[in-house]
């Protein structure tokens, strides 16, 4: 048997023990058969952080291990994807006879995307300034022969960038391909095989759906562009101003002109529903001439609160997407006394670890 064999044979054991973990904790709700979207078994990140090791005139990544945290020696790493694996070694053989790039630095953070692009920052324990500028300038110069990249350097209250701190990604769906502007330090899907496969689920259980759509927690509006055709129009809210401008940005890329972005919480959103208060945020936008029978959620690991729950129960059907488990349970024990779930998925954004993520389509009773 082939190593690739052993660890195909591998993952699909830990994902089966998976598919078993959440079979077993919703059964109570009654969902439907649970589909299982799987990840490819290696090269499956796009993004990955490493520490960077002096040693003499040595300069390597390292990791430390979770359980005793110890360090140890990266040269490579199977988890993250094929263009960072390649740019890894030929970006700190670059670094390593620099010393304007080499010294203080202790840290480089790769986002790589499936259409190409990789972006990389590095992070310091000392000021940056012009000087070290142009070297970055030169090394990106180097490197672009080679890969579609840009470079950023942090230091304390400093950031340089170098041309750019984005990467645009492309996710080829079934019927067209999406593009989405992903900023450095913000919130991106980090599997990106498994996300085009939630795309396409979130496409498909919304199919032949009436009025409009209101999605919480757009983020860049992954979710929201995708979904735009299955509905009128789209109404997306989004704290985050970095988000909310991609957003934007992603909704013209893509021509998706009936997606209209508000920056609120889930939570001020919920109290300008209600009347409870009134933003400055929301003038010119006619919350009322929006026809929404269908929410999308996709909170964060602490789930939602007991007044989003309810406002969400005043809707006929609901899509959530879920990070944890455990907050999922306990927003279907309200949610499930008026909707019954219809559609039940798990995404292995994790593969080797028990994170899951868990996509549920609720209707209302």
Known sequence: MTSTQSKNMLYTQQLKEK????????AAFAPPQLEVFPSPAEHYRLRAEFRVWHEGEDLYYIMFDPVTKEKFRVDQFEPASLLINQLMPKLLAQIKHQPLLRYKLFQIDFLSTLSGEILVSLLYHKPLDETWEQAATALKHELSQEFQINLIGRSRKKKICIEKDYVIESLPLKHKTLHYKQVENSFTQPNGAVAIQ???????????????????????GNFSIALADNFRRVLATEISKSSVACA?????????????????????????????????????????GYDCNTILVDPPRAGLDEATTKMLQGYERILYISCNPDTLEQNLQQLTTTHRITRFALFDQFPYTHHTEIGVFLEKQ
């Open 248 to 288: 934007q940005y992603n909704i013209a890329r893509n021509q998706t002109e009936q997606v209209q972005v508000i920056r609120l919480s889930a939570e001020e959103f919920t109290q300008a529903l209600n009347k409870e208060r009134a933003f400055k945020r929301l003038e010119g936008i006619d919350l009322e």
């Open 19 to 26: 598919q078993v973990a959440i079979e077993k904790k919703f």
């Open 198 to 220: 939630m795309l396409e689920w979130a496409i498909d259980v919304t199919q032949n759906s009436e009025g409009d759509l209101l999605e919480l927690y757009c983020g860049n």
